[in-house]
């Protein structure tokens, strides 16, 4: 069948209609190979936490990623936002959770600021959601709410986490001084991205699973040096901690097409007038890519 319209020639109409089918088909492959989000409830103590899941296409069963935002949350128009439907998320979080269900894995993401009415909260010198407790009791609820998904691989649960989200990742693996009271499987492996490795590393952090841990040398948000310290000083007491350091990246290095700037009234910066750099390194994003993937799929 051809198709016929006044004053185009037929090489210009098959020009335009192999042009249109291949602009229908690459419409087509992305929609298709996008990764769908969905906005969840999870349970964690008295809260109900939002949380926007990413899953692969099937029944599954797949691995799983308990994923954990900045102090900035989720998005910044999320964190007091309590309408319906599919909520906004930032686009360094799509790009890893798209990243990660193309290899097969779910990912989950609770909003633990939004989810308790609060706002962004770099700038705040005193957190009421606190790392070292809340946030670590959110990120195994999180693992909880995993486990018990018929799609979800219940021992193949791992945990990935940026800057807070990191630094309580670091906290949610560190080895237990009791007994262990939950019989669900653990996180499999973790990795935290530019975590503050301070608090940790002063209080003889060791990992009961496999940790890896991603920072950039030039960081001065959370330095890298104490994160060499903290592992150094775990080996031999630790179920595995690796941490790569890439030479002149910086804070946020992970998000694509960021420019390098300056934040300001950031707190318990290293930098009293609490400014620090963020941005991205190409070199360091792709390499955090390929290494997150590889640490999971062990």
């Known amino acids: 069948m051809r198709l016929f319209m006044p004053g185009l020639c037929a090489a210009a109409l098959d020009r335009q209609m192999r ?23 999870v349970p964690s103590g008295d809260v109900k936490l939002r949380a926007i899941l990413y899953r692969p296409a099937g029944a599954g069963p797949f691995p799983a990623v308990v994923a954990l935002h900045t102090c900035d949350g989720l998005d910044a128009s999320l964190v007091t936002s309590s309408g319906g439907g599919e909520a906004p998320i930032d686009q360094r979080y799509r790009a890893w959770a798209e990243h990660l269900t193309a290899a097969g894995f779910a990912v989950l993401f609770p ?12 700038h705040l010198r005193q957190l009421p959601v606190r790392a070292s407790r809340t946030r670590s009791n959110d990120a195994n609820a999180a693992r909880h709410w995993l486990q018990a998904q018929p799609f979800v691989i219940a021992d193949r649960v791992s945990l990935l986490g940026w800057s807070h989200g990191a630094t309580t990742a670091l906290w949610a693996v560190r080895r237990r001084t009791g007994p262990a009271h939950d019989t669900t499987p653990d996180f499999r492996s973790a990795v935290a991205l530019y975590p503050n490795c301070q608090r940790s590393g002063n209080s003889a952090w ?49 998000r694509a097409d960021l420019p390098l700037h300056e934040r300001t009234g950031i707190r318990n910066a290293p930098n009293p ?6 941005g991205t390194d ?9 290494r997150v993937l590889e640490w999971f799929a062990r």
């Open 273 to 278: 007038a609490g400014r620090v750099h963020i």
């Open 111 to 122: 909003d633990s600021f939004g989810s308790r009415g609060l706002s962004p909260q770099c």
């Open 19 to 41: 042009n249109l089918a291949l602009s229908i088909a690459a419409a087509l492959i992305l929609t298709l190979g996008a990764a769908a989000a969905e906005q969840v409830e």
């Open 206 to 254: 060791s990992a009961r699973i496999p940790t890896l841990i991603l920072i950039g040398r030039a960081d001065d948000w959370t330095p890298a040096g104490a994160c060499e310290q903290m592992v150094a000083d775990a080996r031999g007491r630790s179920a595995g901690a690796l941490i790569v350091v890439y030479p002149g990246a910086y804070h946020d290095f992970d």
């Open 282 to 290: 190409t070199a360091a994003r792709t390499d955090a890519f390929k």
